[in-house]
């Protein structure tokens, strides 16, 4: 199935929400339809800041994430045995595209005014520049857990800052439904870490 990124759906499909799309043919017995899955960006509070940073622009770049997930079937990581997918359960867009849109939304909303910019567009001379590495990731009925690390590139060939953070959502739920929620609200509580961080930066 070719697949077009679609970066708009953060938050217009809300976790628990899905697009039913079904490839059955008239007068044939139908197979079960597809269901599209869209992370949601949760609003935040916005981070304090020293006067002085406030207007150090920042520009999220890059997310990276273990390959097992970057396929369009929500996949879960079971403690035990093979990976388990669910061919009729498929995320809307690439994944690591939405993941980055969603994490851009919600640091949106948790850095002060006009610090943060819209990925897609030019970078600017003064900006700093974000990558988000989801270092592993373990997702399963309903919760999800996390090692990242996130760089932020200062312009003009600064040195580069890492922080890294494990994180962890309790399980609401189980099957595809509630795992996309769980990384809805891990990239929730990235974004809380990252927002505090680059506020005191």
């Known amino acids: 199935m070719t697949r077009a990124p ?14 039913a799309v079904g490839f059955g043919l008239a007068g044939c017995v139908s197979s079960p339809a597809t269901h599209l899955y869209a992370l949601k960006a949760y609003p935040g509070v916005t981070a304090a800041a020293p006067a002085a940073s406030v207007g150090a622009r920042l520009q999220l770049r890059g997310v990276n994430l273990p390959p097992q997930f970057d396929r369009p079937e929500i996949t879960e990581t ?7 997918t669910y061919p009729f359960a498929q995320w809307a867009a690439p994944l690591p595209e939405m993941i980055q849109a969603t994490l851009a939304a919600d640091l949106l909303t948790r850095l002060p005014p006009g610090r943060l910019v819209e990925s897609a567009a030019p970078t600017p001379p003064d900006a700093s520049l974000l990558r988000l590495d989801i270092l592993s990731l373990h997702l399963e009925g309903g919760a999800a857990e996390a ?16 922080r890294t953070a494990r994180i962890e ?18 990239l929730e509580a990235i974004a809380d870490r990252m927002a505090a961080d680059l506020a005191s930066s």
Request: overall charge positive; hydrophobic content about 45%.
């Open 6 to 19: 679609v970066l708009g759906l953060a938050g217009i499909l809300g976790p628990g929400l899905s697009l």
């Open 78 to 84: 079971p403690d035990r045995g093979p990976l388990k």
């Open 147 to 162: 090692e990242v690390s996130w760089a932020r590139t200062p312009p003009h060939g600064g040195a580069i800052i890492i």
């Open 169 to 186: 959502v309790p399980a609401r739920g189980h099957g595809a439904d509630a795992d996309a929620q769980a990384l809805s609200r891990l």
